[in-house]
């Protein structure tokens, strides 16, 4: 079965600060991991994949096949990074499905 | 920048009721998906749909749900008989045809049965 855990449903930070939103994941194969960020009333829309290791928008994330682990981290937030953040995993099976975690809200203050 | 659009943004429908829920993914898109988030709670995997046929199911999916690509362009999923716990965030999703790719997503359907 496949699971993804958020243990944070809230993060609260100052501008300027580092944040890191946990996820952790249990799945037997090989999982892909995303992920994805929801702005106030806007859609779901991808952040980061774990295979494409890219930068974006400063927030990176390393995936951990030893903890099973895929930690989202940003050294400085901005303002503009509020939003709600959701970890997902997408196995191996045909209809490649996604696992979502519960979600972090993540609120940076002036 | 294709995206993927639904309809209605909100539907407000009576206990009993069958509702359509409508989406229109990326064209050349051929993998499609309905997820569903209650109130406070995850987003859940309904179904996932791919050359004309249901690939996957959740044990949510049960005979009341129907999912059906009519005319090549929509993709839809139909409740036939609502419940009140069917009141939810109905999310539908398109992934293109490389490996297991990156799903987008509709920006809803807020479903609420009274």
């Known amino acids: 079965a496949q699971r993804v855990t958020q243990p944070e449903k809230l993060l609260s930070v100052f501008k300027g600060a580092p944040v890191e939103l946990k996820c952790n994941y249990s799945?037997?194969?090989?999982?892909?991991l995303f992920w994805y960020v929801q702005y106030s009333r806007q859609r779901l829309q991808l952040l980061l994949r774990?295979?494409s290791r890219e930068s974006i928008k400063g927030f990176t994330a390393d995936l951990n096949k030893g903890e099973t682990s895929f930690h989202l981290k940003k050294p400085f937030a901005q303002e503009e990074d509020s939003a709600m953040y959701y970890c997902?995993?997408?196995?191996?099976?045909?209809?490649?499905?996604?696992?979502f975690g519960g979600g972090t809200r993540v609120l940076v203050k002036p | 920048e294709p995206e993927v659009t639904q309809t209605p943004s909100h539907q407000v429908t009576q206990m009993g009721q069958e509702v359509i829920l409508r989406c229109v993914p990326i064209s050349n898109h051929l993998y499609f998906y309905w997820y569903r988030q209650i109130l406070g709670q995850k987003v859940e995997f309904l179904v996932s749909f791919y050359n004309n046929e249901i690939s996957e199911k959740s044990e949510i999916f049960d005979d009341q749900f129907s999912v059906e690509r009519p005319d090549g362009s929509n993709f839809t999923l139909k409740i036939r008989s609502t419940k009140l716990e069917d009141s939810a965030m109905y999310f539908c999703?398109?992934?293109?045809?490389?490996?297991?790719?990156?799903?987008?997503f509709g920006p809803g359907t807020r479903l609420l049965v009274l």
């Open positions: 997902a995993l997408s196995g191996e099976a045909a209809g490649n499905k996604l696992t």
């Open positions: 799945y037997s194969g090989s999982p892909e």
């Open positions: 774990h295979i």
């Open positions: 999703a398109s992934r293109g045809t490389s490996g297991r790719g990156t799903q987008y």
